[in-house]
């Protein structure tokens, strides 16, 4: 732990100089696969201590009051239940501004009868523990870079026409 301290000094020395360089930390990749996280959630609620310690550190040394946000629980798809809550009961939560998971898959179905791909699987995975722990945060896919579109008109909006919207923003560039 001395070691993942220093490297989060070093590292928010370097890149957190001004606000807004670092948006978030990530606690650690995909937490619940046995080839990622050998650990114990109490080891993983020390290491988010960690974090939210360095932040807050690196915020006062550039005199700036939020310091960068602290991402966690970062499971991946599949079935994670035992490890959510054990990770919750062991008392992550109070180190975390943002809840996170992974979720890859291409279309991320608002259909909850489509399980391997199914958003609101993936968010009750992390929602029902947070509320019955009597906390609310924020729920991010932090890795795949998929934004979910609104429906609209009760409908899902495609992705031919998505990419039209995009295409007709002055400045896009399909590079």
Do not use: C
């Not at 180190?95 to 699987?121: F, K, N, Q």
């Not at 009597?134 to 579109?149: D, M, Q, R, Y």
Request: glycine letters at 10%; charged letters at 25%; zero cysteines.
């Amino acid at each position: 732990m001395d070691d993942l301290r220093a490297y989060l000094d070093a590292l928010l020395q370097r890149f957190d100089d001004k606000p807004g360089t670092i948006g978030g930390l990530e606690v650690w990749n995909e937490v619940n696969t046995p080839d990622r996280w050998q650990g114990t959630p109490e080891q993983m609620v020390e290491m988010a201590r960690i974090f939210r310690e360095a932040a807050a550190n690196s915020a006062r040394r550039v005199q700036r009051g939020a310091p960068a946000r602290i991402v966690g629980i970062a499971v991946s798809s599949g079935d994670a239940q035992d490890y959510v809550r054990g990770v919750i009961k062991a008392g992550i939560l109070p180190y975390l501004d943002v809840v996170s998971g992974h979720w890859y898959e291409e279309i991320l179905s608002y259909d909850r009868a489509t399980p391997i791909s199914s958003l609101p699987m993936h968010v009750d995975l992390l929602a029902k523990p947070m509320r019955e722990a009597g906390v609310s945060l924020p729920i991010w896919n932090s890795e795949s870079g998929i934004g979910a579109a609104p429906r609209e008109d009760g409908k899902i909006v495609g992705q031919d026409e998505l990419n039209r919207r995009a295409e007709a923003v002055p400045g896009f560039n399909p590079k």
